[in-house]
């Protein structure tokens, strides 16, 4: 591989080895991938695109034209997921990516209404849960605010500007708490978390959040220091040399 393996490449290589259909991306931005990837019917979730006015609307109005292309829903990730059950039901998503509010407990919620639509066989993919160093892994809501918060409680410490918020604990909480699911982090472009279902031919499942609560707060207070010491195990990492074998894991029988 001579060019920098990154999560456009491992979307494209489900939405090809599936035959997908349907992809979903929560937390679009400006488009850098949903705009990329090649699928027949792309759903993009944001609450705040950066994609301008005018290209929306002609795409949106496009695909109501043509039932194919780019539709592009101007909400959060719980809005869209509660307006839209009946177009999820009839066309679950075959790949979702999720990648909106860097929060544990948003990116939880995600992951979990995402299995509950994800068709038979699907994959959801997650950015950023294998954070380089102390200053991206920052707890907060926003860019600004992880910068504000790192550097107030550490001597206004190197900023880099990269940012994964604590997304990777969703990785260990998925992995002590259903082992219905197959769980991994492909060692490319912040950690691609990979999911998918263990038994692929089950129907989209109903997984409750409040259900779950009881195990959030043991996760939640977990820090960086406790990721350095237990990065592999925890984040179940996978070297991008062991990309095949991990596409074929996630694939496999569907
Ligand atoms: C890191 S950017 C997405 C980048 C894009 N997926 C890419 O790979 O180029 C995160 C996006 O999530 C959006 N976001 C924030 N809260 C959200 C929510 N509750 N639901 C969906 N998206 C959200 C932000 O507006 C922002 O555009």
Redesign the pocket.
Known sequence: MNKTFT?IDLIQIFIDKLKAERYL??????G???LEVRCRHKIG??????IKNRKRITRNLLYKLFREGIFLNQV???QFFNTHKAYLHEKPPQVI?I????TFK?TLKDVHNSLNWLDKGGVIVL?DCNPPHKASATPALSIPEAKRNYQSENDNGAWTGEWCGDVWKVIPYLIQNHPDLNVCVLDADYGLGIISRKIPSLSPCYYCLSDEMHGMDEFQSLDYDDLMANRTEWLNLEKLANLQGVVELHTCQK
């Open positions: 999560r991306e929560i937390g679009v931005a400006s850098a991938v949903l979730v944001d609450p705040k695109f950066r959060t990730s719980d990516f990648d909106g509010l860097h948003q950015h």
